[in-house]
């Protein structure tokens, strides 16, 4: 499903990620999918050929992918970091918190919706930690309500 046409919040690195990935599922990845397709087709028979479906369904995915990268990058507003300052915490920073009850510290990257990626530590400035730091300063203590209740974290570092 394509996401709505709203305008969509994105880091540059992110714009650059999605342009790249388009580039490649335009070209690489439809001239693979096109020569599974060919190879299946050249079997014979396509009602009973499960490579031709398997096939079909990853063009049909592809297709569904770029048309949603397409929809993002038309309606991107690119935030470029570089001139933002580090004295609050704002679209693209990196941040460093701390779980004041655990000590436990994390980074993570502020960036758009779209974007997010919690395996490469990237939180939305939408997401309940996100809100609570966004234009905070070093060494502030926020509050995040959580399942297991209120967690707090304090601001150890802000970086771009």
């Known amino acids: ?9 994105m880091t540059k690195e992110g714009f650059e990620e999605l342009q790249n990935e388009l580039a490649f ?3 690489e990845k439809t001239a693979e999918i096109t020569a599974k397709i060919m190879e299946a087709k050249a079997q014979g028979d396509l009602s009973e050929n499960s ?3 398997e096939a079909r369904a990853e063009q049909a995915a592809n297709a569904q992918r770029i048309e949603e ?11 470029d970091s570089s001139d933002l300052s580090t004295d609050k915490v704002s679209f693209g920073s990196v941040v460093t918190l701390q779980n004041t009850a655990t000590k436990a510290e994390f980074k ?3 960036v758009g919706d779209s974007e997010v990626d919690f395996k490469n530590k990237k939180i939305s400035d939408r ?8 234009g905070q300063k070093k060494g502030k203590t926020v509050s995040v309500s959580a399942p297991s209740g209120v967690i707090k974290y ?6 771009m």
């Not at 997401?127 to 966004?134: E, F, L, Q, T």
């Open 69 to 79: 990268i397409e929809s993002i990058l038309k309606n991107a507003e690119v935030v």
């Open 127 to 134: 997401s309940p930690v996100g809100k609570a730091i966004m």
């Open 51 to 53: 490579e031709y479906e």
């Open 1 to 9: 499903m394509v996401e709505d046409a709203a305008i969509k919040r």
């Open 25 to 27: 599922r335009k070209t």
């Open 108 to 110: 993570y990257k502020i």
């Open 154 to 159: 304090k601001i150890v570092k802000i970086e």
